[in-house]
């Protein structure tokens, strides 16, 4: 077992676990070496799945200036292909509550363990100085899912929503939430912080929910924390990825289902394998098909779906947003 602190050069491999510097047991990337996937040959990625290289004048100030900080941003330690457009746009995200999730879905990276109640109270602080620094005009707050707090960790974002407006009235802050196990009154707690988008990702259709999320996670469940979101007249918005093996009916299901709950913008983005540990892709998705969800969206209703190979749930939320609020307006 690696342990991790300002010292440590080794960084332990993916799969194994190590001793995170707060002294969380954590196992890094999420999954464990052990998991196997046999007889499935990784897919070659098709010629027209190309990331562009990030660039422009706001990317690289911004970028000096986190690293500058030693600040934390999802977009750099995700390798967010999307990073140089939404840092040019002056959007990003932000991770709160941590490194270490109590969660180990088997689609994402995020190291899983239990940090047994672990948190830096001065964090809503620093989330506000953040954004402040970055001269942000919107951001993403997401988080890990803290099951190892009582309230999930609902009073804490909302701490770090609530200094981020004080600090900077004018931005607008989406919270990217954890599922709070289903609790609507710690759902309540974050809604009532300042937050202008809820958003929270249904990630697949349901007859794949469980294995692709962690069995804690559910695909009714996600519904109903929209629902309610939407029923308080809170802009919602929600995200899923494509390629592990859905079927097109299913995927329409799903959006109907979504707008059904009231989500107003959706994210439909290609699923890629973070490690050989985690879920394979069964089928790498064309553009056209991602244009033709996009379309079958908004015929059901959903005022705006962003669809494509390298969409993420943060993914022109700024322009996403605007839209919507410009709709509103008239």
């Known amino acids: 077992m690696v342990i991790m ?7 332990p491999a993916s799969g194994e ?13 999420g999954v464990k070496g052990s998991v196997e996937y046999p007889n499935q040959e990784p897919l070659k990625k098709p010629k027209w799945f190309k990331v562009k290289l990030p660039s422009g004048e706001n ?7 986190v690293h500058e900080l030693k600040l934390s941003s ?9 990073i140089g457009e939404c840092w040019n746009h002056k959007t990003a995200t932000l991770m709160v509550m941590g ?5 180990a879905c088997k689609f994402c990276s995020v190291d899983t363990g239990n940090p047994k109640g672990w948190l830096d109270a001065d964090e809503p602080r620093k989330t506000a100085e953040t ?18 707090l009582t309230d999930g960790g609902s009073s804490h974002i909302a701490k770090c929503v609530d200094a981020s407006k004080r600090k900077s009235p004018n931005v607008v802050i989406e919270v990217l939430s954890p599922d709070f196990r289903g609790n609507l009154d710690h759902l309540d707690v974050l809604l009532e912080s300042g937050l202008d988008v809820f958003s929270q990702n249904i990630e697949t259709v349901e007859r794949l929910t469980h294995p692709v999320r962690d069995p804690r996670a559910g695909y009714k469940q996600t519904l109903k924390m929209l629902r309610h979101a939407s029923e308080k007249s809170f802009l919602s918005k929600s995200g899923m990825m494509l390629g592990l ?3 097109k009916d299913e995927v329409i299901k799903t959006m109907r289902d979504l707008h059904d709950c009231g989500v107003k913008i959706l994210t439909i983005g290609q699923y890629l394998r973070p490690t050989i540990n985690h879920l394979p892709v069964k089928k790498y998705i064309h553009p056209d098909e991602f244009l033709e969800y996009s379309d079958i969206g908004m015929e059901i209703g959903i005022e705006e779906v962003v669809a494509g190979p390298l969409i993420r749930s943060s993914y022109r939320a700024d ?5 919507i609020e410009k709709n509103k307006n008239g």
């Open 319 to 323: 322009r996403a947003f605007m839209k």
């Open 74 to 82: 999802v977009c750099e330690e995700s390798k967010c292909p999307n």
């Open 17 to 29: 676990k190590y001793i995170h510097q707060n002294g969380t047991k954590a196992i890094k990337d």
């Open 5 to 11: 602190d300002n010292n440590t050069i080794q960084k």
């Open 131 to 148: 954004i402040a620094f970055m001269s942000l005009d919107y951001v993403v707050l997401t988080s890990v899912d803290r099951d190892d």
């Open 245 to 247: 093996g859905e079927e």
């Open 99 to 103: 490194s270490v999730c109590t969660r």
């Open 59 to 65: 990317f690289l100030s911004l970028k000096n200036k």
